[in-house]
C-alpha cells in the first residue's frame, strides 16, 4: 500500500485481557515509531525500531507494554493486562533513515484502545 | 529534555482570512527539525510543513509558511486564504538532529473555519 496501514482500526476490550495492535509500515522505510495519543493531548513517543531492533524504547510506560518487529517491517504493539487507563489511540509512524533529510514521519491513522 | 508548547487550544477564522497559530519550545541543542501537523477527524497525522533549525528562511508550502524565530524558540504557523478543509487539530513537533529521532508534540490546537 501507499500509506502506513494499522488494524485494527478499533478495539475495545475488558480490563485484564491482553491485545495486540499491528503496524504495516510504508514499504522500505527502515524506521518504525509508536506513539499514544490520549483524549486531548498531543501524540507521545512509545516506541522506535530501527530495522528490527528497539532503539529506544524509552516512552513504554511500564513492562506491560511491549512491542516487535521480527522482520524489520510490520509492527506490532502487545498490551499485557490492560487497565482503563490504557485507553487511548495508538498511532505507528514510518520513516525513512532519519539521519537523510528531515526524516519526517508518515502516520498511520491509529488504532482506538478502549479498555471497559 | 526538550518541551514543545501550544498555548491555544483552540482558534476561529473565517473563510478567506489568514489565521496565526503559536508555538514555542525548548531545547538546548543547536541543530533540529521542526514540523507542522494537521489532524483531521480521521486521526490521519498529515505532515504541513517543516523547518530546519540551521536554515534561517522561513518554509513556505502553498497558503502555509512559518515564521521562524530560533533565538525566541518560535515557530508560528500562518495560514492564508483560510478554506473549510484547513479545519483541524494541528501539532507543532520537535525533532531531534541527534539520538533517536523521536517528535515531541505540543498539545495541539483546534481550528474552526467559519464560513
Known amino acids: 500500500g501507499a500509506g502506513v496501514s494499522q488494524t485494527p482500526s478499533n478495539k475495545v476490550t475488558e480490563k485484564g485481557k491482553y491485545v495486540e495492535l499491528r503496524c504495516d509500515p510504508i514499504?522500505?522505510?527502515?524506521?518504525l515509531y509508536w506513539y499514544r495519543q490520549s483524549l486531548g493531548q498531543g501524540p507521545e513517543f512509545l516506541i522506535y525500531?530501527?530495522?528490527?531492533?528497539?532503539?529506544?524504547d524509552s516512552g513504554l510506560p511500564n513492562d506491560r507494554f511491549f512491542a516487535v518487529r521480527p522482520e524489520g517491517s510490520v509492527s506490532t504493539l502487545k498490551i499485557q493486562r490492560t487497565e482503563r487507563g490504557d485507553s487511548a489511540v495508538y498511532l505507528c509512524?514510518?520513516?525513512?533513515?532519519?539521519?537523510?533529510?528531515?526524516?519526517?514521519?508518515?502516520f498511520g491513522p491509529g488504532t482506538r484502545l478502549t479498555v471497559t | 529534555a526538550q518541551t514543545v508548547t501550544q498555548s491555544q487550544p483552540e482558534m476561529s477564522v473565517q473563510e478567506a482570512e489568514t489565521v496565526t497559530l503559536s508555538c514555542t519550545y525548548d531545547?538546548?541543542?543547536?541543530?533540529?527539525?521542526l514540523f507542522w501537523y494537521k489532524q483531521p477527524p480521521s486521526r490521519q497525522m498529515i505532515l504541513v510543513i517543516r523547518?530546519?533549525?540551521?536554515?534561517?528562511q522561513n518554509a513556505t508550502e502553498n497558503r502555509f509558511s512559518v515564521n521562524f524565530q530560533k533565538a525566541a524558540k518560535s515557530f508560528s504557523l500562518k495560514i492564508s486564504d483560510s478554506q473549510l478543509g484547513d479545519a483541524a487539530m494541528y501539532f507543532c513537533?520537535?525533532?531531534?538532529?541527534?539520538?533517536?529521532?523521536?517528535?515531541?508534540f505540543g498539545t495541539g490546537t483546534r481550528l474552526k473555519v467559519l464560513a
Open positions: 509512524a514510518s520513516s525513512l533513515l532519519p539521519r537523510t533529510g528531515g526524516g519526517e514521519q508518515y
Open positions: 514499504s522500505g522505510h527502515t524506521a
Open positions: 525500531f530501527q530495522g528490527t531492533g528497539a532503539a529506544d
Open positions: 531545547t538546548s541543542e543547536s541543530d533540529y527539525y
Open positions: 523547518q530546519e533549525a540551521y536554515k534561517q
Open positions: 513537533a520537535y525533532r531531534s538532529s541527534y539520538g533517536t529521532y523521536k517528535y515531541i
